[in-house]
């Protein structure tokens, strides 16, 4: 399997412009994670899903931020609008159980200007 | 106080040496305890997982968990340059998801 897949790895966008970032899970696990990690607030973790569903998004910062998993396969986390201090890395995650453990992907490094 | 606490480092010691990285809790609900390797622009990597207290073993590396003093220690056995990175513990509760992370520690091996 290739791992967890995430793109694009780095996106630039201007203030106020959408961004969508993309997750492909490795298959066969249940579980999919969106962290946020950046050097003041280290690890956060944003939402989780179990079998396409969202169970906790307490994370999620703002209405600005979602996230869908429309199927076992792919998930999306939108910004909409982009602040400057949404600048951070991204990192989706799966597992295949509850308490396995996470499997991260390489990340997608947001710059807002 | 913060529920985790990890000291941000960086901890820089010489090739062969044995490395002992630690955290520090509050809660004492937590039961589950990983340790996470995570490389320069990488995404973190699980290298550890333990349940409650005790100490588990793979390879180089040796994990200990003592919950009386809600401490926890990853060890690394004759270190070498490639286990430069930096390392983060995460702590989970036995009845929900709520993965609390330390702030990492960079670890420098010097050859």
């Known amino acids: 399997d290739a791992g967890v897949i995430q793109s694009p790895r780095h996106e630039v966008t201007e203030m106020g412009q959408e961004v969508t970032l993309r997750c492909k899970p490795i298959?066969?696990?249940?579980?999919l994670f969106w962290y946020r990690q950046t050097m003041m607030r280290g690890l956060e973790l944003l939402i989780y899903f179990n079998n396409n569903v969202p169970i906790d998004d307490s994370g999620m910062p703002e209405d600005r931020f979602s996230a869908k998993m429309p199927n076992a396969s792919f998930s999306t986390l939108k910004i909409q609008p982009s602040e400057p201090r949404d600048s951070a890395v991204y990192f989706c995650a799966s597992s295949p159980s509850f308490r396995a453990g996470a499997f991260f992907g390489q990340g997608t490094r947001l710059t807002v200007v | 106080q913060k529920e985790v606490e990890q000291d941000p480092g960086p901890l820089s010691v010489p090739e062969g040496a044995i490395v002992s990285l630690n955290c520090t809790y509050s809660?004492?609900?937590?039961?589950?305890f990983m340790w996470y390797r995570q490389y320069s622009r990488k995404g973190p990597e699980l290298l550890m997982y333990t349940y409650s207290s005790g100490n588990k073993e793979d390879g180089r590396f040796t994990a200990q968990v003592d919950k009386s003093s809600k401490y926890i220690s990853l060890f690394i056995r004759d270190s070498q340059p490639s286990d430069s990175a930096t390392y983060l513990c995460?702590?989970?509760?036995?009845?929900?998801?709520?993965?609390?992370w330390g702030a990492g520690t960079k670890l420098i091996i010097k050859p």
């Open positions: 809660n004492s609900a937590f039961q589950y």
């Open positions: 298959s066969g696990h249940d579980y």
């Open positions: 995460a702590i989970d509760e036995d009845s929900n998801y709520q993965l609390i």
